[in-house]
C-alpha cells in the first residue's frame, strides 16, 4: 500500500508547481511579444500621405508643355505669369547688354538659357545673338497684320506667344552654318531647350526649318525628346500612348505619366513627393514626379 504514497505525493507537488508558474510563464510570454511589436513599430516607415488631385480642364491649359500650332493655338491664359526682360538676368544683361532690353522671356526660362550660354561660353563659342522672344497677342496681331499669313501666324497660333520660345542667332553667320547653332541643336536639351521646327520634320510641324528658334519644355522632357528625335507634337502623342515613362537623367529619377481631363490623381508621399504638372494644350495633363 505505501509503495503508491510516493508517486503521488510527487505528482501533487508538479502539479503545484505548474499551476503555480503558467501565469507567470503567460506573463513573460505577454512581454515578449509586447517587446517584439515594439521593436517592429520602431522599424516602420513613416505612414505616407496620399494627396489626391483633382485635374479640371482649366489645367489643360497651363504649362511649359503645351503645343502651339495650327490645330491647336493657346489661349491668353496660358500665357506664362513670370514674364521678364533678358536684361533683368544678370548674366545676360552682361552678356547681351540693351540689345536684350526689350526682349522678355519666362523668369525659369530665361535663367536655364543663361546657363546654357555660360556652358557655350565655356565651349568658346561666344557670337550669339537673341532677336526675338515673348510676344504678347496684340503684338502678334500686329505682325500678322504687316507680314500677313505667309510669314507670320495670327494671335495664339505662335509660340512667342507663350513666353517660352527665343530666336537665337549668330553675330557671324546664319545660324544654319555657324558653330552657335549647331552647338545649340546638339546642346540646348541640357538646359530644357529643344530645336522646335528641325529640317525633317516639316511634315509634322508644319512650319519651315528654323536653325533659330528654341522651346523651352524643361527637363526631363528635352532629354527624352533628344533620344527619340521627337518634335513636341510627336512627344505628346508619345505620351498619351505610354501613360507611364520612367527615365533618369544625371542622378535624378523621373516618373512621366499622361492623365485625361477629369481624372483623378493620387500622388503618395514622401516617395517621388516632388511633382510638376503641365496641360498639354490639347485633351489633359502632363504629370513629372521626381526625387532628387
Given at each position: 500500500m505505501?509503495n ?5 505525493i510527487?505528482?501533487t507537488?508538479?502539479t ?6 503558467i501565469?507567470?510563464?503567460q506573463h ?15 522599424r516602420?516607415p ?5 494627396k489626391?488631385?483633382?485635374?479640371n ?8 508643355l503645351l503645343?502651339?500650332n495650327?490645330?491647336?493655338?493657346i ?5 506664362k505669369?513670370d514674364i ?6 544678370e548674366?545676360l544683361?552682361k552678356?547681351f547688354?540693351?540689345s536684350?532690353?526689350s526682349i522678355?522671356?519666362s523668369?525659369e526660362?530665361g535663367?536655364?538659357f543663361?546657363?546654357?550660354m555660360?556652358?557655350?561660353k565655356?565651349d568658346?563659342?561666344v557670337?550669339?545673338?537673341?532677336n526675338s522672344?515673348f510676344?504678347?497677342f496684340?503684338e502678334q496681331a500686329?505682325?500678322y497684320?504687316?507680314?500677313g ?13 507663350l513666353g517660352?520660345s527665343?530666336?537665337?542667332?549668330s553675330t557671324m ?5 555657324a558653330?552657335e547653332g549647331?552647338?545649340?541643336?546638339e546642346n ?7 530645336l ?6 516639316t ?8 536653325p ?9 522632357h528635352s532629354?527624352?525628346m533628344?533620344e527619340?528625335?521627337?518634335?513636341l ?16 537623367v ?5 516618373y ?7 481624372d483623378?490623381?493620387?500622388i ?6 516632388q511633382y ?12 513629372t514626379r521626381?526625387?532628387?
Amino acid at each position: 500500500m505505501k509503495n503508491w504514497i510516493l508517486p503521488a505525493i510527487l505528482i501533487t507537488i508538479i502539479t503545484a508547481a505548474l499551476v503555480i508558474s503558467i501565469p507567470f510563464l503567460q506573463h513573460e510570454e505577454t512581454q515578449n511579444e509586447s517587446t517584439i511589436v515594439t521593436n517592429m513599430m520602431k522599424r516602420e516607415p513613416p505612414v505616407k500621405k496620399i494627396k489626391t488631385i483633382d485635374i479640371n480642364a482649366n489645367q489643360i491649359f497651363q504649362g511649359d508643355l503645351l503645343l502651339a500650332n495650327n490645330t491647336y493655338p493657346i489661349k491668353q491664359t496660358s500665357i506664362k505669369e513670370d514674364i521678364v526682360t533678358l536684361s533683368s538676368i544678370e548674366e545676360l544683361g552682361k552678356q547681351f547688354g540693351t540689345s536684350v532690353d526689350s526682349i522678355s522671356l519666362s523668369k525659369e526660362a530665361g535663367l536655364e538659357f543663361s546657363k546654357m550660354m555660360d556652358a557655350a561660353k565655356k565651349d568658346g563659342l561666344v557670337h550669339f545673338s537673341v532677336n526675338s522672344g515673348f510676344r504678347d497677342f496684340e503684338e502678334q496681331a500686329k505682325l500678322y497684320k504687316e507680314m500677313g499669313s505667309s510669314y507670320a501666324l495670327p494671335p495664339g497660333y505662335s509660340e512667342h506667344n507663350l513666353g517660352l520660345s527665343l530666336d537665337v542667332g549668330s553675330t557671324m553667320m546664319k545660324m544654319e552654318n555657324a558653330p552657335e547653332g549647331k552647338w545649340m541643336a546638339e546642346n540646348a536639351w541640357k538646359f530644357g531647350f529643344i530645336l522646335r521646327y528641325p529640317r525633317d520634320k516639316t511634315d509634322i510641324t508644319g512650319i519651315e526649318y528654323e536653325p533659330w528658334h528654341f522651346r523651352y519644355v524643361g527637363l526631363p522632357h528635352s532629354a527624352l525628346m533628344k533620344e527619340k528625335d521627337f518634335v513636341l507634337e510627336e512627344y505628346i502623342d508619345y505620351l498619351k500612348k505610354e501613360k507611364n515613362v520612367m527615365t533618369t537623367v544625371g542622378e535624378i529619377d523621373y516618373y512621366i505619366s499622361y492623365h485625361p481631363v477629369s481624372d483623378k490623381l493620387e500622388i503618395v508621399e514622401p516617395i517621388l513627393s516632388q511633382y510638376e504638372i503641365s496641360g498639354n494644350n490639347v485633351d489633359g495633363v502632363v504629370v513629372t514626379r521626381y526625387k532628387k
